[in-house]
């Protein structure tokens, strides 16, 4: 079993409407989780972090947290072509918050005009 | 420039030489990390380093890879005796003292021939 699992897509949507962006991780004791940004070529960009179950809303982006299910998840809303891009899962292991953050692969998103 | 600051963007090496890779963090952050992004492959973690300490370096190779972080200047990747396998994105990260969250910076290219 990976340490982080994404589907790797492409995750097709029309422009308007939500992506829905799963992550799961097998480390339980996790504290920390991120979602990163990466357009191709370039750098990943952190869009949201969350460190507490439930929902976190910023703006179209709502990061979703479900530690029993070992689940975390990425919506976003009124989707743009200019989403279009790979969204990284981030997981920082353990208990003590190490640094070390464990990434999926990525999911592509691609979002039609 | 306040971001993540890494030269050079691109480096060209051959077989058996030397590369250094340069990371100054943002302003008023005091934790680097460095990962590896390798083609068609996910982000790994390398290492983590605060201020003339290595805090995490379970992600480097055994051998021919270094990292430091001296008190003064940017914090310097070394890879000896480059293989084409080092071939890779390399991208440094990173965060305030009392923050878990990674910033990115552009990331260094390197291409072994």
């Known amino acids: ?113 | 420039n306040a971001g993540v600051m890494q030269n050079p963007r691109h480096l060209v090496r051959r077989r058996g030489q030397e590369a250094r890779l340069r990371c100054s963090p943002m302003k008023g952050h005091s934790h680097v990390y460095w990962y590896r992004q390798l083609p068609e492959e996910g982000l790994k973690f390398m290492v983590y380093l605060q201020k003339e300490n290595i805090i995490d370096e379970s992600g480097m190779p055994k051998e021919r890879f270094s990292a430091e972080f001296p008190k003064e200047g940017p914090s310097i990747l070394r890879i000896q005796q480059v293989v084409r396998g080092d071939s890779a994105a390399y991208f440094c990260a990173s965060s305030g003292p009392n923050s878990y969250e990674q910033y990115f910076g552009p990331g260094t290219r390197l291409t072994v021939t």
Do not use: H
């Not at chain 1, 492409?10 to 799961?24: D, H, K, Q, R, Y």
């Not at chain 1, 990525?106 to 979002?111: C, D, I, K, N, R």
């Open chain 1, 1 to 113: 079993q990976k340490e982080v699992e994404q589907n790797s897509g492409p995750l097709s949507v029309p422009e308007g409407a939500i992506a829905s962006l799963n992550c799961t991780y097998s480390d339980r004791g996790s504290q920390s989780f991120f979602w990163y940004r990466q357009y191709s070529g370039k750098s990943p960009e952190l869009i949201m972090f969350i460190y507490s179950n439930g929902d976190k809303e910023d703006g179209r982006f709502t990061a979703q947290l479900n530690k029993a299910s070992q689940y975390v998840s990425l919506l976003i809303r009124d989707s743009q072509p200019s989403d279009s891009a790979t969204y990284l899962c981030a997981v920082n292991q353990g208990s003590s918050n190490t640094g070390k953050l464990i990434f999926g692969q990525g999911t592509t998103l691609q979002v039609k005009p």
